[in-house]
Structure formats: structure tokens, C-alpha cells
Nanobody, 127 residues
Framework: QVQLAESGGGLVQAGGSLRLSCVVS????????MAWFRQAPGKERDFVAH????????HYADSVKGRFTISRDIAKNTVYLHMGNLKPADTAVYFC????????????????????WGQGTQVTVSS
């Protein structure tokens, strides 16, 4: 069974930065699309960012565009989310997700397009 393990969350002041990491325990990581979602208390799980299997295509939710960057290191089976200029509205539990091939790009913002999920890491941004 594929396992995903997020790390890097924490408490940060508004305007600060964090880098989240997600290690995937599968040697076929290089063929999978990956994404980050987040869920605030009492709210639905929202799309944050997506990266395709080889890192040549990314896209972001409007709320994080220009502040967050998704990247991947195939050699380390790891996907990252660099978060800058953080705002209190970014406070949530952040989840990484794996979408095995063949992945339909038009579904990249839909949580149901992803087969495997991590347990999540808490990010709290204070004002």
C-alpha cells in the first residue's frame, strides 16, 4: 500500500514562510501526479496546488498564486510546497495526495482524482 507522510507544518507569523514536504513510499512516484489540499476547521477540503508527473506542469488555486510553489524531487520520492507571505487565512491542515497514471489533468482540482492521501500537517498563521 502506498503511504504518504507530510512534514514541515507549524506556527508562523503572518508574512512568514514554511516549506512542507511529502515523502511517498512507492518506487512509481515518478509516474504520478501530486497535489496539495488543505482543510480548515468546519470547511471542505480545498485544492491548493498540483504538479504533473515530471514537474513540467503546475497550477495553483487563485488564493495562493504568486505566494506558494509546488515542486518535486523524483530521486527523493518527495513533493514540496513552499509557502511564502503567509496569511491567517492559510491556517489549515495541509494534505498531500497522489494521483496514479493515467491522470486526467482537467480533474486536478478534484479530490476524488487522487487515490492516496497523507495524514496531514497543521499550519497555523498568527496575525
Amino acid at each position: 500500500q502506498v503511504q504518504l507522510a507530510e512534514s514541515g507544518g507549524g506556527l508562523v507569523q503572518a508574512g512568514g514562510s514554511l516549506r512542507l514536504s511529502c515523502v511517498v513510499s512507492e518506487r512509481t512516484f515518478g509516474g504520478s501526479a501530486m497535489a496539495w489540499f488543505r482543510q480548515a476547521p468546519g470547511k471542505e477540503r480545498d485544492f491548493v496546488a498540483h504538479i504533473n508527473w515530471n514537474g513540467t506542469y503546475t497550477h495553483y488555486a487563485d488564493s495562493v498564486k504568486g505566494r506558494f510553489t509546488i515542486s518535486r524531487d523524483i530521486a527523493k520520492n518527495t513533493v514540496y510546497l513552499h509557502m511564502g507571505n503567509l496569511k491567517p487565512a492559510d491556517t489549515a491542515v495541509y494534505f498531500c495526495a497522489q494521483g496514479p497514471p493515467p491522470f486526467v489533468r482537467s480533474r486536478s482540482t478534484n479530490p476524488t482524482a487522487y487515490a492516496n492521501w497523507g495524514q496531514g500537517t497543521q499550519v497555523t498563521v498568527s496575525s
